[in-house]
């Protein structure tokens, strides 16, 4: 099963195929051999060679990847949302993959993060050099994955996600509809990605580790407008009919109140279907107003 570097087609392990890494795995079928690795078989993309595997168990992992994949894409969630759940997710299962994959041929390993490593709360514009500093378990867990990803001695980028929106994620356009934001004005900040953007970055970058070219070692996945939230909500009250705020509807984010800035994302030759909020939000908004 194994090849080498300069053959064709390159093998690539995507390790979490949830909503992200299921979508990515299915588009990266078009240029090479993908295993998915995830515990219910039937829940891996047609196309894409199953690796059911429990990341928390080394001996099932150890049978179920593949020689010497090319690439490999850690994209999990944790099963649950405690730190026991985040730390399994983000370093325990990175660590036990790490240990079991036959590495020589690897041109990139790619760590799926979030910018919930960032702590800022002050409306100051963060970039890849800011400094992280997480406000919850959370982020310090998937910084500590960060940190294992590079420090693995192999060729690694780390990928932060704002906060990935669209139509199989639309819980907070359902809740201004539904009246259960309230936002302070001025609201923080916030950060977002277009869950097809978000997947178009990560075939971009691996196709570049694929071709060759050289990647930075961590890039800030975000849209190109951050904005604060009650404009956000704004907005959307004027597309569409919606319930008055509750009294006690939520008022502030839950990421602190950041501007996050893609420019390095851009510089990589990135091209965005969805730049803002806006383009993201209207086909949403129509979708909800023909149902």
Not at 264 to 275: C, H, K
Request: proline content about 8%; some cysteine.
């Amino acid at each position: 099963m194994a090849i080498s570097a300069d053959q064709y087609p390159p093998h690539i392990l995507v390790a979490g195929c949830g909503a992200l890494g299921g979508a990515v795995a299915s588009t990266l079928t078009d240029i090479g051999e993908v295993w998915g690795i995830r515990r219910t078989v039937s829940a891996i993309p047609h196309g894409v060679h199953p690796a059911p595997a429990d990341l928390m168990d080394k001996a099932e992992l150890a049978s179920a990847v593949p020689d010497a994949p090319d690439i490999i894409l850690y994209c999990l969630t944790p099963s649950t949302y405690d730190d026991a759940g985040y730390r399994g997710a983000y370093v325990d299962g990175l660590a036990n993959l790490l240990a079991v994959t036959d590495t020589r041929n690897l041109k990139r390993l790619f760590f799926i993060s979030s910018t919930s490593v960032y702590g800022q709360d002050d409306d100051s514009v963060v970039d890849e050099l800011s400094p992280v500093a997480p406000r919850r378990f959370s982020g310090e867990r998937v910084l500590q994955g960060e940190q294992l990803a590079l420090d693995s001695g192999l060729p690694a980028t780390v990928i932060r996600f704002s906060g990935i929106y669209g139509p199989n994620r639309g819980r907070f356009l359902e809740s201004v509809v539904a009246g259960e934001l309230n936002p302070d004005s001025p609201g923080p900040f916030t950060n977002r990605i277009h869950e097809q953007d978000a997947e178009a970055v990560c075939v971009h970058l691996i196709r570049k580790a694929l071709a060759g070219n050289p990647l930075e070692s961590c890039y800030l996945a975000s849209d190109c407008e951050p904005v604060r939230l009650d404009e956000v909500v704004r907005w959307i009250r004027g597309q569409i009919p919606c319930r008055p705020p509750s009294p006690d509807g939520r008022r502030g984010g839950r990421g602190g109140s950041k501007r996050c800035n893609n420019q390095r994302l851009l510089d990589s030759g990135f091209e965005f279907t969805y730049p803002d909020f806006r383009a993201g939000y209207r086909p949403m908004i129509r979708a909800l107003k023909e149902a």
